[in-house]
């Protein structure tokens, strides 16, 4: 089930330059993504699947159009309003997991809380409760540099859900993990939207991890060719 | 967690070049805490000199005598509030090499013009006044040697022989005096002038120089003026300075102490700057990725700035601090050492300041760049650069 539009891309276009050289990746790009929705984009590497997950997650800016979340637009927000915007709103999974090597897994997943104002002991109740729902708890003080592949990017789910925020996006999230680790992945993803109501859009060239989405996009040279699951 | 606790994290993850950084500012810190209160304790004098004090001493040079009559004639000038004589004895204890700063004195005189400067027991002063034979020593110097009040101690001059030809004087020690102020000198030993005077061989009423106290810091030209004008034109001419010009000039006969210190100092310092700026530039570029992640968690990018600067801060005033602790201790241990001949070394409250100054400076310095760099480093860019 998918409830009310949650993203709006109006007629967004995203260019470099390169040296002399431009560049167009995106022209005239226009999509909706719901609230609730699980959205996998597929697509040859060099497509734009990155690029568009950080437009999404307003990382990077588009050359024209219009990004609108939850009615209100966000691209011609400024670099601090977007900071604060993303750390509301926005999760993040990498495909290498990006976490802190300094740090254990608790203190990797309470880093997003360090941006709210939450109590420490706040903090700690809610690091607690997302290292249960990715089954971590007995690993809370382990550094995630002895921990396995799958394991980290559990602890990277868990840090990307313990500020609660609506989306979760993901770009290639299974790409560096064997085929069991993914599985339980992408049902750790399926659970989030599905139990927990995240929307989530998830960006991956495995064809078999589209089949836990609601939804698929084909994105090639720019443009999307939509194909529906339940066909 | 706090901020605080990811700087610590980042600061110490790669601990071997955490501990040689450390240990570059500790030392550096180490040289300038010790070498500063060395200079400290060498300008003490001058430091501590005393506005409203004045030394005459003879035109050719200081080496040369004035006569004792001299005294009676300036204490007249309007202006001055006391005058002693001193006389230079060139005393050493049973060694040549052991020296001991001895100055013949009027005991009464010396404590009008000194007095605000030496802290000694009213009973062993008074005892002191009693024995001609009496002298009144420094605590350093009693601490060197041992001697302890009632002791009976011979002392030598390489300058002066007695009546009989012996060059040794016995003295009883009647007081030990120390500073009013921590940093004061107390390496001298004070003996009666008359009894120098009435058993020395040389003959004369000679005295080396006078110390003078005046009753008004403002008067110190205008009595400077009267005074050696008095003795213009006779056998001997006089020259009045103040005391800190005075001391000033003293510590100048022993070289460019000063420059010496402040250029190693520099050295230093400068070589503290290198490394640690190389090491934080390191460090922040390694960390260009997780920089990229922390920005696009939602950290803003001044909150990062601030965090690779308090890096800067963190190591800068970890290093200076343990620098400056050990400077300390050590600077304590030589002057429990009873060899050491200089007064009390110690890390002033104005050498800490200037210290702490300096990790100030150093810290931005070494931290402004890659905090600059980490404020505008791009997401985009960062991540994929991993
Ligand atoms: N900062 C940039 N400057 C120039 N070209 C870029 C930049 N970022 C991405 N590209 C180019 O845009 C295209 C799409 O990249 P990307 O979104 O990473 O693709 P995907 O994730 O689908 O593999 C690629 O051809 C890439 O070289
Ligand atoms: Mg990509």
Redesign the interface.
């Known amino acids: 089930m998918t409830g009310g539009k949650l993203y709006d891309l109006r007629g967004v276009s995203k260019s470099f330059t390169k040296g002399k050289e431009k560049i167009t990746i995106f022209n005239d790009l226009n999509m909706s993504i719901s609230e609730g929705d699980f959205l996998a984009i597929m697509g040859p590497s060099g497509s734009g699947k990155t690029t568009l997950l950080n437009l999404l997650g307003g990382v990077d800016k588009p050359t024209g159009g219009e990004i609108w979340f939850d009615d209100s637009r966000v691209d011609n927000l400024s670099e601090s309003q977007l900071a604060k915007w993303r750390a509301n709103n926005i999760g993040f999974i990498f495909q290498f997991y990006n976490l802190m090597p300094m740090l254990n897994a608790e203190r990797n997943v309470e880093l997003p809380l360090l941006l709210t104002k939450l109590s420490a002991k706040e903090r700690k109740k809610n690091v607690a409760a997302a290292m249960e729902l990715v089954g971590l708890s007995d690993r809370a003080k382990h550094m995630t540099s002895e921990m396995s592949g799958g394991q980290q990017q559990r602890v990277a789910i868990a840090r990307a859900i313990v500020s609660d925020p609506k989306l979760i996006l993901c770009d290639e999230p299974t790409g560096d993990l064997d085929r069991k680790t993914a599985d339980e992945i992408l049902s750790m993803l399926q659970l989030l939207n599905r139990e927990f109501g995240k929307t989530i859009v998830m960006v991956t060239h495995d064809p078999s991890a589209a089949n836990y989405a609601k939804r698929v996009l084909h994105l090639d040279k720019g443009e999307f060719v939509e194909k529906d699951l339940v066909a | 967690?706090?901020?605080l606790y990811?700087v610590y994290?980042?600061l110490?993850?790669k601990k071997l070049r955490f501990f040689l950084t450390l240990f570059a500012i500790f030392i550096a810190f180490l040289i300038y805490g010790a070498l500063t209160a060395f200079d400290t304790a060498l300008n003490a004098g001058v430091e501590l000199s005393a506005d409203n004090r004045l030394v005459t001493v003879n035109k050719i040079n200081f080496t040369q005598p004035l006569p004792i009559s001299y005294v009676r004639k300036v204490e007249t000038i309007k202006g001055i509030a006391a005058v002693v004589p001193l006389n230079w004895f060139g005393g050493y204890y049973k060694d040549p090499q052991q020296q001991v700063l001895t100055f013949a004195v009027d005991p009464p005189k010396l404590m009008a013009v000194y007095g605000d400067d030496l802290a000694i027991d009213e009973d062993h002063y008074k005892n002191w006044l009693k024995n001609q034979q009496g002298i009144l020593v420094g605590k350093s110097v009693a601490d060197m040697y041992g001697w302890k009040v009632g002791d009976r101690i011979p002392l030598n001059s390489n300058i002066f022989s007695k009546r009989d030809g012996s060059t040794s004087w016995e003295f009883d020690v009647e007081g030990i005096y120390t500073g009013k102020r921590p940093q004061a000198d107390t390496n001298g030993v004070y003996i009666h002038y008359k009894y120098f005077n009435e058993t020395q061989s040389f003959g004369g009423n000679y005295i080396g120089w006078m110390g003078i106290k005046t009753t008004d810091p403002a008067l110190n030209e205008q009595v400077i003026k009267t005074l050696d004008e008095m003795f213009v034109n006779t056998p001997f001419e006089t020259e009045t300075v103040p005391e800190k010009a005075f001391n000033k000039s003293f510590i100048a006969q022993l070289g460019n102490i000063g420059l010496i210190i402040s250029s190693v100092v520099f050295a230093a310092f400068f070589i503290i700057l290198v490394i640690v700026g190389f090491s934080m530039a390191l460090a922040i570029r390694e960390r260009t990725?997780?920089i990229g992640?922390?920005?696009?968690?939602?950290?803003?990018?001044?909150r990062i700035f601030k965090m690779v600067l308090m890096e800067s801060f963190m190591l800068t005033f970890l290093g200076g601090s343990i620098g400056l602790l050990v400077a300390t201790l050590f600077l304590g241990f030589l002057n429990e050492a009873p060899q050491f001949p200089i007064a009390d070394l110690i890390l002033t409250k104005g050498i800490i300041l200037q210290a702490v100054g300096v990790m100030i400076v150093l810290s931005l310095i070494t931290g402004i760049i890659p905090a600059v760099n980490a404020l505008k480093l791009n997401?985009?860019t960062a991540?994929s650069r991993?």
């Open positions: 967690m706090s901020d990811l994290k980042n110490t993850r990725g997780e992640v922390m920005k696009t968690l939602g950290f803003p990018s001044q997401i985009v991540l991993r």
